[in-house]
Each structure stands twice: as C-alpha cells, then as structure tokens.
C-alpha cells in the first residue's frame, strides 16, 4: 500500500477513533474541517482558495440538524476508507445509491462529500470518488485512454464524454491553435456541426454550465502541455461570467484542490458590445439575484482591479438586461469572426 493511501487511512482511524473514544466518556464528539468562512477565503486579482483555518464541528447541535449531518459524514467517511483500502474507485453517483438509505439526493451526498474533502484535506481522486462525466471535448484533439484511441476530428456533434477522473487519459493536440470553451452543450453541438475546428482549428471542451473538477483539469492541460491559448463563450448574465471566473480562479467548494485546475481563460463574449444591438425580443429580464450576483463580482479584486471586466458588469448591471448565446443567429460565423478579428479580453483585460 502507498505511503499515501497509509496517511488518508490513519487520518479516517484517527477521526473514529477521536468519536468512539467521546462516545465512551459522554463527551460530545466532534471534528474539525478547513473553514468556508469569508475570512478563511483567499481572494486576490490572481486566484481564490480556502486558506488554511479550520473549525470544529459538534454532534449534537441545534434541533438535531448537526447530529444528521455528523452520521452523514461518518458513514461517508467508512465508505471511503474502504475504497482506499481496497484499492476501489466508484463515480460519486454509485456511492450515493450505495448510501441512498441515508442522503435524501445526489445533491446531498456531494455536499456531504466535499465536507469530506476538507475533513480529510486530500484530492478527491485520492479518496477512490470520482465525478459522473459532465463535460465533451471535440476538434483537433487525439483521446487515448488505455488501449483505446479517439480522434475527435471524427466524431459527431456530441464529441467525446469526458471521464470524471482523468488521471488515465491522455490527451494529443492534433495541430489545434486555440482551446475554445463554450458553456452550453447545445452550443457545442452546432459548433460541431458546423466543424468549426475547420476555420480555426481548435480543441472544443464545454462543461454543460458550471465545470467538474475533471473538465477544468482538461482545460487546464490542455493550455498547459500544447501552449494554446484559452477562449471562454458564455451567456450574456452574471451567472456566464461567474462560470468564467471558475475556470480562470477555481473554486472553496472542493477544498484546497481546485486552485489545482485554473486556466489563464480569455474572455470571448458574450459582452455588451455583441449584444447590444440584438432583437429586443431575445433579453431576458434581470430579476434579483441576478443584481445581488452583479453586486458580489463587483466587489470581488479578479473583477474590480480589471477594467474591462469591471465595466462590462457595471453595463450589465445598468442595462438590465441578459442574453443567451442560442440568440446568436450564425454561431460558428460570429465565433470565427470575434477569434481571427482577436476580439477577446486577454489577462489583463485589455482588448487583444
């Protein structure tokens, strides 16, 4: 067994043992987890990680909440002391059936799960979880994972499903210029269709909305080991942005790890500018949580130490108004165009 499979498991040991040991002395059992309070929240115009802080969570709290959620985190704990044990790995979606008797939905193991992660302070492939596929990759990129090739060139217009773990997959640049990351699967698939990646060629990835920890670590290696640049399309509302900036800055929701997985993202639009003149039937309104949400980026230094970034939520924000990349009547034409014309706001948020 690796030394760091021995680590997680006396840490899981430990944490039992510290309960049973409470238990016996009618003491009130507890652990203790890196903190998610704003405090304990590292942001600069760079990145944004949980800092090192933790805090102490007790069985027994108010009207039983904290008992629940306490015997939720300790079965969980045993399910992944047993994978890592054994050496298993199941996607978090057969661990919450294995455990269905005792979370009310997927939503409430994953929770439970990324608590877990900042328990235990390790990567979530380390633990023997791994995500359900939530993401493609198409283009001018080469798949090869075990005996098996894909050349995404080939495929048809839903691409290659990524993995929830990748760290059995390589991947191969077949000559691409630029990774162009698009929010919507929808998107995706008309600019599959259209082959987009015959005009500019291009690795195309979408994480259908807000990205798994596995389609950020494929961006991330693909700016990385092909040296490509990294262009963003997303909806015109803050929500669009906020997808964005989870790619550029990461994530707290899954600990420490995430900061892992960033990518030096570019903005290619949607802006005020592409959808300013647009057919007034295609907005759709602000409502307030989109306003609370303009507030939050505002605030944030990644948005208000950026000019461009900063003004183009003060428009937003102004104008009241959201767009949805489906509105754009020549998607591959007006990709093409926004790409060759360099029409996208490089690190600095200067336009390129």
């Not at 499979?5 to 309960?19: A, C, M, P, V």
């Not at 050496?87 to 990324?114: H, I, K, P």
Request: glycine content about 6%; proline content about 3%; charged content about 25%.
């Amino acid at each position: 067994m690796s030394t760091d499979r021995q680590i997680i498991l006396q840490k899981i040991e430990s944490i039992i043992s510290d309960i049973a040991r409470s238990l016996s002395r009618n003491e009130t059992p507890k652990y203790t987890i890196l903190s998610k309070s704003r405090s304990n929240v590292q942001r600069d115009a760079a990145s944004i990680q949980l800092g090192t802080a933790t805090t102490e969570i007790e069985m027994f709290g108010r009207q039983g909440a904290s008992t629940l959620k306490f015997s939720k985190v300790v079965q969980v704990l045993s399910l992944v002391y047993k994978l890592v044990s054994e050496g298993g790995c199941v996607t978090q979606r057969d661990a919450y059936y294995t455990l269905s008797s005792t979370f009310t939905s997927q939503n409430d193991f994953n929770r439970c799960f990324e608590d877990v992660l900042r328990i235990l302070d390790v990567p979530r492939r380390a633990l023997g979880l791994s995500a359900a596929p939530k993401g493609s990759i198409a283009g001018a990129v080469k798949v090869k994972q075990g005996s098996e090739e894909i050349d995404c060139l080939l495929l048809g217009n839903s691409g290659y499903e990524l993995p929830g773990d990748m760290s059995n997959v390589k991947l191969e640049s077949l000559g691409a210029r630029y990774v162009l990351v698009v929010e919507k699967d929808a998107v995706f698939k008309t600019l599959c269709d259209k082959v987009i990646w015959n005009q500019v060629p291009c690795i195309l990835i979408t994480g259908r909305g807000y990205p798994g920890l596995a389609v950020r670590e494929v961006v991330s290696r693909c700016e990385q080991d092909f040296k490509l640049p990294v262009l963003g399309l997303f909806d015109y509302n803050p929500h669009g942005l906020q997808i964005l900036l989870t790619y550029r800055f990461g994530s707290t929701r899954m600990g420490r790890e995430g900061i892992q997985y960033t990518s030096n993202i570019q903005w290619l639009g949607l802006h005020w500018f592409d959808v300013k003149d647009a057919d007034a039937k295609h907005f759709k309104k602000f409502g307030k949580k989109d306003t609370q949400v303009c507030d939050s980026l505002l605030s944030q230094p990644f948005v208000n130490q950026r000019q461009r970034y900063y003004n183009e939520v003060a428009q937003m924000k102004r104008h009241r108004v959201k767009l949805e990349l489906e509105s754009i009547d020549d998607m591959k034409e007006f990709v093409v165009n926004k790409i060759l014309k360099k029409k996208y706001f490089d690190d600095r948020f200067h336009e390129c």
